[in-house]
């Protein structure tokens, strides 16, 4: 266990459904991330939150909307998905010390596996 | 865009026998490199973080980092079956910092 949990661990919808992942870490961690795990594909960074204000969105499409509440919880919500997008979503957190010279350590939870029908 | 480049593999090692797990990374800047091992089905798992050019020990690994030549390695030592999992390379991007993550590389240990 590295302090990182999400819910739910397998998840199946239509196309036309809304649905949320949850992400929640215990470490104290005051960065958070959500990435997605496609196969034979390299981890992709979707959203970052620094101290609970977003800070990076490389382009994602408007259907994933993330939501960090605080510095501990992360969702991200999911409507009119499209087949290509399941995947493996992956949430990781840090102790982020923004200006310093070294990227801080991600520790990953158990992901969720979303498969788009 | 950075880049992280790791050989798919599969590497297949006799158990009891060094792994040697490579990767290059375009960006000068980086400063942060990391190793996660990720087996099927599950998230990756951090093993070895490294800063410095040199060597870093920690058990039965190795992580190796040469900036210059602008690449990081990763030894096993005494491999096991249950070494066998695919190995992430991750690398910070100077500008952003964010984690720029290698495609992986799966190995395989045999008995």
């Known amino acids: 266990e590295t302090g990182v949990t999400q819910t739910p661990r397998h998840l199946v919808m239509g196309m036309t459904n809304k649905k949320s992942l949850k992400c929640e870490q215990h470490l104290g961690h005051n960065a958070m991330y959500w990435y997605k795990q496609s196969a034979k594909k390299p981890l992709e960074l979707m959203f970052v939150y620094n101290f609970k204000e977003q800070t990076e969105n490389n382009s994602v499409p408007s259907r994933f909307s993330p939501e960090c509440p605080n510095s501990s919880h992360l969702f991200l919500h999911l409507h009119t998905l499209q087949p290509e997008d399941s995947a493996l979503y992956l949430c990781a957190s840090s102790q982020d010390s923004s200006g310093g010279a070294s990227a801080d350590t991600q520790y990953f939870g158990p992901g969720t596996r979303l498969t788009v029908l | ?111």
């Open chain 2, 1 to 111: 865009q950075k880049e992280v480049e790791q050989n798919s593999g599969p590497l297949s090692v006799p158990e009891g026998a060094i792994a040697s797990l490579n990767c290059t990374y375009s960006d000068r800047g980086s400063q942060s490199f990391f190793w996660y091992r990720q087996y099927s089905g599950k998230s990756p798992e951090l093993i070895m973080s490294i800063y410095s050019n040199g060597d870093k020990e920690d058990g039965r690994f190795t992580a190796q980092l040469n900036k210059a030549s602008q690449y990081v390695s990763l030894l096993i030592r005494d491999s096991q079956p249950s070494d066998s999992a695919t190995y992430l390379c991750a690398v910070n991007e100077f500008d952003t910092d964010k984690l720029i993550f290698g495609t992986g590389t799966r190995l395989q240990v045999f008995p």
